[in-house]
């Protein structure tokens, strides 16, 4: 079945079919239109869950983590300011492991206050330990709202689902929906072990770590992070089933013998297409790169995508002050030789000089490896 | 016990004392959010935990939006039958995560009329992070950021919970356990948010011996600074009326955190307190 949504009724379509038992939102433009279809929904018993419009942002999201800790499929809503102001939570959503689903309408940061489209917000949370997805149109917004679900709870992390701020959230569009009962099917049922709500087997949930195991906890985030991309893969094959759609991390259009590649992401994709085809048609050979999933970073389909390009164009719809741009700096990373990333020190953590000998040493042997290296 | 005895708060530390009475007189199982503070960072040291209880802790200022997720939570599952138990939903947060930093996540929960009991331990300034200020510090008092005493009176916090018409408000303290321990239980049988407003002295930042914690909380009631009283859906009851009420210098003269306060700094904090006694009478049904 059609239905002509914009991108923040495809995600209260696809939330009406998910049936959080917990949401909660603060009103923030874009993206108001989802709480207030939920309440709609809710007020004609076509929802289950429990909708909390409550104080602020920061309670929204502490409201997610209280939710979440008990085993409650959990979700929000948010953009721009709200989202700053939720940063104080984003990393304890992620180092406490729980999967929150949060929507994102992409707007621009303050000041000067401006209601509209840029990545701003959620590129300054990319390093929060969130998983991170960009839609490129509704259909995206709908379809990636199951696949986020499923991956953020198969990594036991919090996800942001984002579209951009009144290009995708406001335009209408044809939007294929899957029946109730597929979706019912494919999300299956979230199930936790030993939430905050079992008394027989009391938890305490967010520990006091000092430098002796704050270390172990990072790194564990770590791992999941970046397990997650054959996780997305398991899962966007088995959604392809249902809905025919694929939706592989990075989206290749026209590249695989291209020129010149443009790189970017979210709705811009849209008219970057279109500028290829007008330009192969007159024989100029570019193509170029939708980067969908974003956190994990997926290095490798990234690198194998670019690597036979004799230029790379990069379009960020942000800019990373006093540095360079940040889809610019990941793909960057894919092209590096003889440089090794190490992480060090996390949660006060001591480095000892032996350590730092054995770092040379490394480089003097030539020694690198995929990936980041940890000094524990 | 629901909180063992392991809590590594300092030498003669009231917090896990008054913790215990409260928590203990839940019939029901209790699910506590804690606040960041004393009681939480000397009781959760990883990998072990002083609780035999759920605990969560998140941030500072959003134990109240926290355990509103989790009563949200756990209504939403009960209707679907995955939680069958009866429970109560408990926030611990000392006087900066409610008075200050909490004070709206507080606010909007008790707004949306959640079920669940909030605790503040008042010690009265940040004591975990070095006995600066907050918004409950009294009148004169020093701390590590008003080095000359603190200018201006302290917030009213029972007060702005009335404003919100909860079925239950009350102040406490250890000087009568009985009390704190039957307003706990009137707490977690209310239908809605009960708040329990509990003096936690604190020797290190008071600065007065360990052995003095009897007297000074016997003083802060019978002089009036810390009325024990009770809001009941509307309706304020006087708990305890002191035979004779002594002066209030009585109270801050065995605390150096009054060191050098001025006779007109007493004579304002007495009549502040005055005024504040004869109020709560006048309001008070019995």
Redesign the interface.
């Known amino acids: 079945m059609r239905k002509a949504l914009n991108g923040a009724e495809a995600a209260t379509e696809a939330l009406r079919q998910i049936d959080p ?2 949401f ?1 939102a603060y009103p923030i433009t874009p993206v108001t239109g989802i709480a207030e279809g939920l309440a709609d929904l809710a007020s004609e018993g076509r929802t ?3 909708l ?1 419009p ?3 942002e ?3 999201l ?11 499929r ?1 979700a929000t809503a948010t953009s721009s300011q709200g989202l700053l102001y939720m940063f ?2 984003l990393g ?1 959503a992620s180092g ?1 492991r729980l999967p929150i689903l949060m929507f994102i309408g992409n707007r621009a940061i303050s000041a000067p206050i401006n209601i509209h489209c840029d990545h701003s917000d959620s590129m300054a949370a990319k390093d929060s330990g969130w998983l991170q997805v960009y839609c490129e149109t509704a259909q995206e917004v709908y379809d990636l709202s199951f696949i986020a679900l499923k991956l953020a709870e198969s990594a036991s992390l919090p996800i942001m689902l984002c579209q951009d701020g009144f290009i995708t959230t406001h335009t209408l569009e044809p939007v294929k929906i899957i029946d109730d009962a597929e979706i019912k099917k494919f999300i299956g049922f979230h199930k936790p072990k030993d939430t ?4 027989k087997k ?9 430098p002796d ?1 704050y270390f172990e906890f990072k790194e564990a985030q770590e791992k999941a992070m970046s397990h997650s991309i054959k996780e997305y893969s398991r899962i966007i094959k088995k959604y392809s089933r249902i809905s025919g759609e694929k939706y592989p991390p990075i989206a290749r259009y026209k590249t695989s013998r291209a020129d010149f590649i443009m790189v970017s992401m979210s709705s811009v994709s849209g008219i970057a297409k279109d500028t290829v085809d007008e330009l192969r048609k007159k024989g100029i050979k570019v193509g170029f790169l939708k980067i969908r999933l974003f956190r994990p970073f997926p290095y490798k389909a990234v690198c194998e995508a670019l690597k036979n390009a004799k230029g790379i164009a990069v379009l960020d719809r942000t800019l990373s002050f006093g540095s360079m741009p940040p889809l610019y700096s990941e793909i960057k990373n894919c092209f590096m030789g003889n440089i090794q990333p190490y992480v060090f020190g996390l949660g006060g953590r001591d480095i000892t000089k032996e350590q730092i000998h054995e770092v040379f040493k490394k480089l003097s042997k030539k020694d690198y490896e995929e990936g980041t290296r940890y000094i524990k | 016990m629901r909180l063992n005895s392991d809590v590594k708060t300092c030498l003669g530390c009231v917090e896990p004392i008054i913790t215990r009475i409260i928590i203990e007189a839940s019939e029901l ?1 209790v ?1 506590v ?2 606040a960041t503070g004393c009681l ?2 000397s009781s ?4 072990g ?1 002083s ?9 500072f ?2 134990s109240a ?13 009960r ?2 039958g995955e ?1 069958k ?1 009866n ?1 109560n939903f408990l926030v611990i947060a000392g006087d900066g995560g409610t008075y200050d930093i909490g004070l ?2 507080l ?3 008790m ?2 009329m959640h079920k669940f009991v909030y605790v503040c331990l008042d010690n009265a300034g940040y004591m975990n992070t070095g006995g600066q200020r907050s918004s409950s510090t009294p009148y004169a008092g020093i701390t590590s950021t008003t080095p000359e005493g603190k200018p201006t009176f302290r917030k009213d916090l029972i007060k702005i919970a009335a404003a919100h018409n909860i079925p239950y408000i009350a102040q406490a303290s250890i000087f009568d356990i009985e009390d704190l321990k039957r307003k706990a239980k009137k707490a977690f049988s209310a239908q809605g948010p009960a708040l329990i407003n509990v003096l936690a002295p604190c020797p290190r930042y008071w600065r007065f011996e360990p052995q003095n914690m009897r007297k000074i909380n016997e003083l802060s009631a019978s002089t009036c600074f810390w009325p024990l009283f009770e809001i009941e859906n509307g309706r304020t009851k006087i708990n305890y009326l002191p035979e004779q009420k002594m002066p209030v210098e009585t109270f801050l003269s065995m605390q150096g955190r009054f060191k050098g306060i001025t006779k007109s700094q007493i004579q304002a904090l007495q009549e502040k307190i005055d005024n504040e006694w004869e109020e709560l009478k006048k309001i008070s049904s019995a």
């Open positions: 038992e917990v909660s289950t869950g429990e909390l409550v104080e602020s920061h309670s929204a502490s409201v997610c983590i209280g939710a979440s800790a008990c085993g409650a959990t104080e939570l304890i406490l905050l709500l079992n008394t009391p938890k305490t949930m967010g520990h006091f770590s000092m195991s | 199982p699910i959010s804690l939480e960072v959760t040291k990883y990998p935990t609780w035999n209880v759920p605990v969560i802790h998140s941030a200022g959003n939006a926290t355990i509103s997720g989790v009563e949200a939570a756990y209504n939403a599952l209707k679907k939680a138990e429970l709206q996540a606010s909007g929960a707004e949306r």
